[in-house]
């Protein structure tokens, strides 16, 4: 098993270019998450979707949108990239939906976005 | 609302010392607690995590007891080595409104151990 598996690993974009950051896990799992990561900040949610078909906002969706193309699939999308939106992103996937909150999540190997 | 409150790092520490990371929490309902580990350059990975009170979560030497009393998930390892440096975080998880569960994450607390 691949685990959760994250492209790109690296990009670079200028100010107002968009850009979709893919995710895909293969353990069958419910729910999928979309995290930012910034120094001193721990980790953010960005989008979350408890299964396939629904998507809802965390605590920082604003600039960003999601699609749940499919069960193994969870992508997010910026469409007008800013410097603000630099950071470390990682997908999570999660067995389950609300019977049982020891569940842990699995995290993909990130991808670190620079926007000049 | 749900968070999660960590000692600050950097934490630097000879190899073979004793290491304690404090976490504390503040939660409705009966969250579960798990540390989360961050090797340089990787994602997170679980490194271990308690259901209910006083249940204590072990891995790789690691140890955090779920203290309901005083709201509570302090990190603990007995001898460091070097190949534990990484950055540690501390989560809790809680129910959303959508009918899942997310995770809410302390800021993370990078462990540096010397030779």
């Known amino acids: 098993n691949a685990g959760v598996t994250q492209t790109p690993k690296f990009q670079v974009l200028k100010t107002g270019q968009s850009m979709t950051l893919q995710c895909a896990q293969d353990?069958?799992?419910?729910?999928m998450y979309w995290y930012r990561q910034d120094p001193g900040m721990g980790l953010r949610l960005i989008y979350y979707?408890?299964?396939?078909?629904?998507?809802d906002k965390g605590e920082v969706p604003n600039g960003y949108n999601v699609s749940r193309l499919n069960k193994r699939e969870f992508s997010l999308r910026l469409e007008s990239a800013a410097p603000s939106q630099t950071s470390v992103y990682f997908c999570?996937?999660?067995?389950?939906?609300?019977?049982?909150?020891?569940?842990?999540?699995?995290f993909g190997p990130g991808t670190r976005l620079t926007v000049t | 609302g749900d968070s999660v409150t960590q000692m600050e790092g950097p934490v630097t520490l000879s190899e073979e010392a004793f290491l304690t990371i404090n976490c504390t929490y503040t939660?409705?309902?009966?969250?579960?607690l798990f540390w989360y580990v961050q090797y340089p350059g990787e994602g997170l990975q679980l490194l271990l995590k308690a259901t209910k009170a006083d249940d204590k979560g072990s891995n790789k030497g690691f140890e955090a007891t779920y203290r309901k009393e005083t709201t509570s998930f302090h990190l603990e390892k007995g001898s460091v080595q070097v190949s534990d440096s990484a950055v540690y975080f501390c989560?809790?998880?809680?129910?959303?409104?959508?009918?899942?569960?997310?995770?809410?994450f302390g800021k993370g607390t990078k462990l540096s151990v010397i030779p």
């Open positions: 989560a809790l998880s809680a129910p959303s409104g959508a009918g899942s569960y997310q995770l809410t």
């Open positions: 999570a996937s999660r067995r389950g939906r609300g019977e049982n909150p020891s569940y842990e999540q699995y």
């Open positions: 353990m069958n799992h419910n729910s």
């Open positions: 979707s408890a299964s396939e078909g629904t998507t």
């Open positions: 939660a409705t309902g009966y969250p579960s």
